[in-house]
C-alpha cells in the first residue's frame, strides 16, 4: 500500500515541477521572440524609410532631405510609422518637433555620392533595451548591430557604437537578409 501511495505522491510531483516549469518558461519564450519580431518590424520601418529618402534623393537632384518633415510625402505622413514598436511611445503631433518625439535619429546631409555604408538614421538603443539598434545606410538596406556591452557584441565585427561612429568599411559585403536567427 505505500509503494502505491509513493507512486502516486512521486507522479503529482512530477506533474507540478513540470507544470511549473511550464509556466515559468514559456513567458520567456514569448519575451525572446517577441523581442525578435520587435527588431524586424523596427528595421523593416527603417528600410520602407530608405526607400523614401531614396525617391526623395531621385527628385532632388541627389541630395537627401534636409529633415524628414521635408520627405513626408515619400516616406510616411502617419506620426505613428516614425516609432520602434519595441519602445512602447506615443507619437507626436506634428513633424515639427520630430526629434524630440521620434525614435529614430535622422542624419541630414547624405547624397547619392555618399559612400553605400553611410548611415542615414538609426534606431535608438534605449528602445531594445540597451541590447542594440537597427542602422539606415545610403544604399538602403538596414542592419542590427549589438551594443558594445551585449554578450553578442564580443563575436560581432561591428558594434553599434562603431557603425554610427564611423559607418561601414569601405568593400564591407551586405549580409542576406535571414529570419529565425
Avoid at 128 to 156: C, T
Amino acid at each position: 500500500m505505500n509503494t502505491k501511495r509513493s507512486n502516486l505522491k512521486t507522479i503529482l510531483i512530477t506533474l507540478a515541477v513540470v507544470l511549473l516549469a511550464g509556466l515559468i518558461l514559456f513567458p520567456i519564450a514569448r519575451a525572446r521572440s517577441l523581442a525578435w519580431a520587435h527588431k524586424i518590424a523596427c528595421r523593416n520601418k527603417m528600410i520602407s524609410y530608405g526607400c523614401g529618402f531614396l525617391m526623395y534623393a531621385g527628385d532632388h537632384g541627389g541630395r537627401f532631405p534636409p529633415h524628414v518633415a521635408s520627405s513626408t510625402r515619400y516616406v510616411a505622413q502617419q506620426p505613428l510609422l516614425f516609432i520602434c514598436p519595441a519602445s512602447g511611445h506615443k507619437p507626436g503631433e506634428s513633424f515639427d518637433d520630430f526629434d524630440a518625439w521620434s525614435d529614430y535619429v535622422y542624419i541630414p546631409g547624405c547624397t547619392d555620392a555618399s559612400p553605400p555604408g553611410t548611415v542615414v538614421a538609426y534606431c535608438r538603443p534605449e528602445n531594445h533595451r540597451g541590447r542594440g539598434g537597427n542602422i539606415l545606410f545610403r544604399d538602403g538596406h538596414a542592419e542590427w548591430f549589438w551594443s558594445e556591452g551585449h554578450p553578442q557584441a564580443k563575436d560581432a565585427d561591428l558594434t553599434f557604437e562603431q557603425v554610427i561612429r564611423d559607418g561601414l568599411p569601405p568593400g564591407r559585403p551586405v549580409p542576406p537578409v535571414t529570419f529565425g536567427k
